[in-house]
Each structure stands twice: as C-alpha cells, then as structure tokens.
C-alpha cells in the first residue's frame, strides 16, 4: 500500500515506511530526504531516521530537535543531487520501492548527480512536470554568469544574486569562489554548517565596512533585506535571480531582476522522463509539481502505469 498523507506511507513486507513525514512517530521508519522546510519534519514523537549527516546536522539548525541516525536494512540511501546532503531512499523487499524525495540528475559544483536504479515503484517528484521546463547545460550557463559577474566587476561595481538561502546559494558560492563574495547572514551559517563537513565555501557575511565595490552579494532578496537590496540598487547595483521558473516568460519582471538564470536544483522535464525510463519500473507515483501531467506523459509514451499521488489517496500494491 502507497498513501499520502503524514509524508508518503510505504508498506512493504508487512513494515511501514514513511518518506518525508511532517511528525516523526517511533513505530514507523521514518526517512527524511533532505533539509528544506517543506521536507522536515514539524513534530516528533521519536528521534530516530533514516537521513544524512548533513541533513540530521540541518534538522538541529533549523528545527533545533537532536535527532539520531539509524540504519535499515531494507533502505538504501543514494545520492540525490538536489542540494548537499540530499537522498533517495530505496527501499528493498518483495518489491524495490525508489523514492526520490527532490532530485537533480545534473553534475554541479556542490553536489553529485543522483543517478537511476532499478525498481518495481518509482515514487518521484514533478516540479517541472511539463515539456516546457528544459533546462540548458549547467556547466554553460553557469559559465555565461560568470561572464556577466566579469563585466561588473571590471567596472568596480556590484552585482546582487538572488538565490535560495539553502541550495543554489551554495552551488553560488562554490562556483563563483574566485569573487569578492559577501552573504546574507542566513547563507553564511548554512555554508559555517557545510564547511564542518568539509565543503568549501565562503561564510563572509555582508558588513557594511566590509561593502567596497567590486563584489558580489548573494541574498535571498526577501523580507528583512529587501531595505539592504535597495539600498545597493540605488548605488548602481545590477541584480539577477537564479530560478528554474525563469523559463518562464514573465520571470524577469516577476523578480524585479536585471536579468534572471535557470538554473535549478531540480530535474528538467526531459532528465524526469529518462530517469524514470532508466529505472524501468512497474508503476509510477508523481508528487508535487505538475504530477498530473507527468503522469499523463509518462502513460502515454512510455507505456508505464503512472499516476499522480494526491493527499490522502490509497493506492494497492497492484497498482490500479
């Protein structure tokens, strides 16, 4: 049986398996894919999961709950790719059952590619579920921001990066290393997080004594710091966002952004259709996103028998 609900309930052999659970409970095997809020969990019955390090390091930062790692034997953790620390859980039976949790099967300066595996049930995410959302080679169009960072950069000025504060933030962070960078406070003590994991990453917050032109910030551009933003905007600023949703056409006004990336930590369309083709399963179950559509696409050009898994949905192990 697969029912969404608290997180995604997985019986498998007669043992109850729950991926990304808002309330941790001692009865179940409770696994977490990786540190994003809307993946933790919000309460806790018990301390013990199945997630990495740097996730269970994640939980204390931004839950403040000690939780204890635990191995399964049934559950295997795999590289995601999504943001560090990111998993895929596999869980091994009767039947092999893929949970993706978010993914990325793009090579990036922070994280690993998550790569496919074979199973009977491929639980996986949709967020870019549609054929519009291809996203270019990272490599390249991390390469064209850095052209465009040269250029401010050669004329003394500063650049404003637009990023999530866990995630792109830190694939900014590492590629762009060779910059004058400043951080928002909030990134500075995510990557203070990662470098006691031995990533390498700048926690030089922005200090306004610290502010001479040429460098570059990286900010969420939100709430409190919105002041900040325009302040450095009225100085000459240029500013760009870093966003999957920038295929999209108004995504540029939207953000109120000079110019806007996509780059995401999400698979494109394309990758969620050959990762699921490569993993060759008997059934698949799409969450958030465009579920319905990837679904649909799945059905009908790879012949699998997919569907969208909404809250509080039963579905049998026979896949109907």
């Given at each position: ?9 997985v ?10 659970p ?7 095997t409770?696994m ?5 809020t ?44 999504h ?85 792109k ?6 590629y762009?290393?060779d ?58 600023a ?6 999957g949703w920038a ?15 996509p ?20 059934a ?10 990837l ?26």
């Amino acid at each position: 049986m697969i029912q969404h609900g608290n997180g995604i309930l997985v019986e498998v052999d007669g043992r109850k398996f729950r991926f990304d659970p808002r309330r941790v409970n001692q009865d179940d095997t409770c696994m977490i894919s990786h540190a994003h809020t809307d993946h933790l969990p919000t309460s806790f019955r018990g301390s013990s999961v199945v997630c990495s390090q740097i996730t269970r390091d994640f939980v204390k930062l931004r839950r403040n709950k000690e939780v204890q790692i635990v191995d399964d034997e049934h559950v295997r953790q795999l590289e995601a790719g999504h943001i560090a620390g990111s998993q895929m859980f596999l869980v091994e039976g009767e039947k092999k059952v893929l949970y993706t949790g978010d993914f990325c099967t793009r090579e990036k300066e922070h994280t690993k590619a998550a790569m496919p595996h074979k199973c009977d049930v491929l639980i996986m995410e949709a967020t870019y579920g549609k054929p519009h959302y291809v996203f270019p080679d990272h490599a390249e169009m991390m390469a064209v921001v850095k052209d465009w960072l040269n250029d401010i950069m050669r004329a003394d000025g500063i650049a404003v990066l637009y990023a999530y504060p866990l995630g792109k933030s830190q694939e900014l962070s590492a590629y762009l290393r060779d910059f004058p960078l400043l951080l928002h406070g909030a990134i500075a003590e995510n990557n203070r997080l990662l470098r006691a994991h031995g990533m390498t990453l700048s926690d030089v917050e922005y200090d306004q004594h610290l502010a001479i032109p040429p460098f570059v910030y990286i900010t969420s551009g939100l709430g409190r710091d919105l002041a900040r933003v325009e302040s450095l905007k009225k100085k000459g600023a240029k500013t760009a966002a870093f966003s999957g949703w920038a295929l999209d056409r108004d995504f540029v006004s939207v953000s109120r952004a000079n110019e806007a990336f996509p780059v995401s930590d999400h698979c494109g369309f394309d990758e969620l259709v050959e990762f699921a083709r490569r993993c060759d399963p008997e059934a698949v179950f799409t969450t958030h996103g465009f579920a319905k559509e990837l679904a649909n696409h799945l059905r009908r050009n790879l012949g699998i028998q997919a569907q969208p898994l909404v809250a509080r949905q039963r579905t049998l192990d026979h896949f109907c």
